[in-house]
């Protein structure tokens, strides 16, 4: 049972790459004002997921000191890598015409990583308790969206075609399942495994929100909209604490 739920989460996670169909039919006006709701939006879940359900329960499994550890080498894991592809994308930013294919592919790369520890965090969820696992879930949902739209933006720039853009952003995405079914398969390995793996996804989760997502949404410095950006950024939270509560998490 927990491994046709785990498949069924991380499969509806990589069809979000799918996402990228909006390019084709919202003008990008349109697109622009969804995306200022949906990062707010991402930002609340995943930094709900992380303090609200993901480290209070892996607190119960390893104790405080270890969660708090491993959070940290998330933040820090997710911060190294990010380093690592923000220097080749400008690496290449000098010679656009002749490298536009080796940034796509970067990008690609970089995605399917994010995307296969995605499908680990999902796992090592679903593993300790469905309620985490549906929580968990729906924060990495709620990031992919903008997160996918921005890849095949990108890939278009690199020079690909949309159909092909579209297939390659859906391979890309499919990691989350590889990473879902190898954690399962091997996470009795080690005591606790589940536990460890969840304090590092939600170090990645806050640095995701907190270095990602936020940063955008101050540059909005209009009164209004930054009001509705705190709003919707709590609305997040509490869809994720709501979650935990109702499924008893």
């Known amino acids: 049972m927990v491994l046709l739920e785990i498949i069924a989460a991380t499969v509806f996670v990589s069809l979000l790459s799918l996402v990228g169909l909006a390019l084709f039919f919202l003008k990008k006006k349109q697109l622009d004002k969804a995306l200022f709701y949906m990062i707010s939006f991402a930002a609340g879940t995943m930094l709900g997921a992380a303090f609200f359900d993901i480290l ?13 550890e491993f959070a940290f080498l998330g933040i820090v894991t997710a911060f190294a ?45 679903f593993l300790l308790n469905a309620p985490l696992g549906i929580a968990t879930t729906i924060a990495v949902a709620c990031h992919e969206i903008p997160h996918e739209l921005g890849d095949f933006s990108l890939l278009l720039y690199s020079g690909y075609e949309k159909k092909e853009a579209l297939a390659f952003n859906l391979l890309s995405a499919l990691t989350a399942v590889a990473g879902g079914l190898l954690f399962f398969f091997f996470s009795g390995a080690f005591a606790n495994f589940e536990s460890y793996a969840l304090a ?42 709501l979650v935990a509560r109702m499924m008893g998490g």
């Open 56 to 68: 209070p329960e892996t607190v119960q499994g390893i104790g405080a000191q270890a969660a708090l």
């Open 81 to 125: 890598m990010e380093k690592i592809i923000h220097w080749h994308h400008h690496h290449h930013v000098d010679h656009q015409h002749e490298h536009k294919h080796p940034l796509g592919m970067l990008t690609l790369v970089g995605d399917a990583f994010h995307n296969f520890f995605d499908g680990v965090a999902i796992a090592a969820a």
């Open 200 to 241: 590092f996804a939600a170090g990645n989760f806050i640095y995701i929100a907190s270095a990602d997502l936020m940063p955008e949404l101050h540059k909005e410095k209009r009164t209004k909209e930054s009001t509705l950006q705190l709003l919707l950024l709590l609305a997040g939270a509490a869809a994720i604490w």
